[in-house]
């Protein structure tokens, strides 16, 4: 690459404008106010390339610790690095607000004070959007403290590898948005969560197990999504069904894989959209073909009000099996993307059990 050289000068550009920086002077970009580099810097993705930036002149030595997010992953950083790292950016940190604190590693209990404290770090600091996401590799969760369930600075929540535990009822008066993963749930979890969260809209449940029935009845919940897996227990239990009652969501998205015989919309009456696109590992007999593709027709039947209402590609088999069967498909209907290139053949295999309208 050829080296940009000043006007009547031989040295690179870049060394240049290092020699102004150290003699006082100040380029275009450090003129700016705080204001604005402190938005440049809250564009970039990690917090430490905003740390690097203090290398840059004096003006830019102590402008990161006020950047408005801090934002961790411990790609290719030693476990112990990694933790040792965080301790020592926030005693730096001057901020008195933080808008977004996001956290990507791996669970080891023996750090889970150190991850607590960078949680009540960020509740001091009123943060709005907090994303905690730890890697369970062993058999472990971060178990969080209760302090954390009464919280009304929240806006959005993301949670993956916690255990939510609260002792008493839960306080999230700005919660606007819950994405948990990997979570185990009751129906009194599920009520603590809803009745705590009087303005939550979103509802995101990824590899979720545990409860066989959802209400959820709140009057702020307009959008539910399931995505990973759909577990509803002990796998030993033969009565592998889960219920939702939702009647006033007004979106429902089903993304994952459905490790269930049986699903059951109970009431979704004020449902607007819908997508369906699950799939089951295990659906290789054809027994269990006909019972997801029954399953499939019940949704769509029971979604005939809908607006919109949306079938992904890997429920494509189901689909053709219906086909096949004559069922007819509502004008509301909207197929996969590769539905018009099928090889309508590929439910020549199928058993041909009547599935009526």
């Keep these: 690459m050829e080296t940009v050289l000043e006007e009547g000068q031989n040295k690179p550009k870049r060394q240049k404008i290092q020699e102004i920086a150290d003699e006082g002077e100040e380029d275009r970009i450090s003129a700016l106010p705080d204001c604005l580099l402190l938005e440049i810097l809250d564009r970039l993705p990690y917090t430490n390339q905003a740390i690097k930036t203090g290398s840059l002149s004096k003006r830019w030595k102590h402008v990161w610790t006020s950047v408005p997010?801090?934002?961790?992953?411990?790609?290719?950083?030693?476990l112990s690095d990694f933790f040792s790292d965080i301790d020592k950016t926030l005693t730096q940190c001057r901020q008195s607000k933080v808008?977004?604190?996001?956290?990507?590693?791996?669970?080891d209990n023996r750090y889970e004070s150190q991850v607590n404290s960078w949680i009540s770090y960020a509740i001091r600091c009123e943060v709005e959007e907090l994303t905690i996401l730890l890697s369970t590799v062993i058999a472990s969760e971060l178990v969080l403290d209760q302090n954390f369930f009464i919280n009304s600075c929240f806006t959005s929540l993301k949670l993956a590898g916690c255990v939510l535990n609260p002792t008493g009822a839960i306080t999230w008066k700005n919660l606007r948005s819950l994405c948990i993963s990997d979570g185990e749930f009751n129906e009194d979890l599920i009520e603590n969560i809803l009745s705590g969260s009087?303005?939550?809209?979103?509802?995101?449940?990824?590899s979720y197990y545990g409860c066989r029935r959802l209400n959820i009845t709140s009057n702020s919940v307009k959008n539910l999504e399931f995505t990973g897996d759909m577990v509803p227990g002990d796998e030993s239990d033969e009565e592998d069904t889960i219920e939702i009652n939702a009647p006033n969501i007004l979106s429902l998205t089903i993304q994952c894989e459905l490790l269930v015989s049986k699903l059951l919309l109970v009431n979704v009456s004020s449902l607007v959209k819908a997508e369906l696109d699950?799939?089951?590992s295990?659906?290789?007999?054809?027994?269990l073909e006909a019972e997801y593709a029954e399953?499939?027709?019940?949704?769509?039947?029971?979604?005939?009000?809908?607006k919109e209402l949306k079938i992904g590609s890997r429920c494509s088999e189901a689909?053709?099996?219906?086909?096949?069967n004559g069922f007819t498909f509502p004008s509301n209907l909207k197929f996969p993307d590769d539905w018009s290139d099928r090889n309508s053949s590929s439910g020549d295999s199928f058993d041909s059990d009547s599935v009526s309208d």
């Design 99 to 107: 808008k977004r604190f996001i956290i990507y590693t791996i669970h």
């Design 278 to 280: 699950y799939y089951n």
């Design 69 to 78: 997010s801090l934002i961790f992953h411990q790609y290719m950083h030693r």
């Design 198 to 206: 009087p303005q939550l809209e979103t509802l995101i449940l990824d």
């Design 319 to 324: 689909l053709i099996y219906l086909e096949n």
């Design 295 to 306: 399953m499939l027709k019940g949704f769509i039947l029971n979604l005939g009000h809908v």
């Design 282 to 287: 295990d659906d290789t007999t054809t027994r």
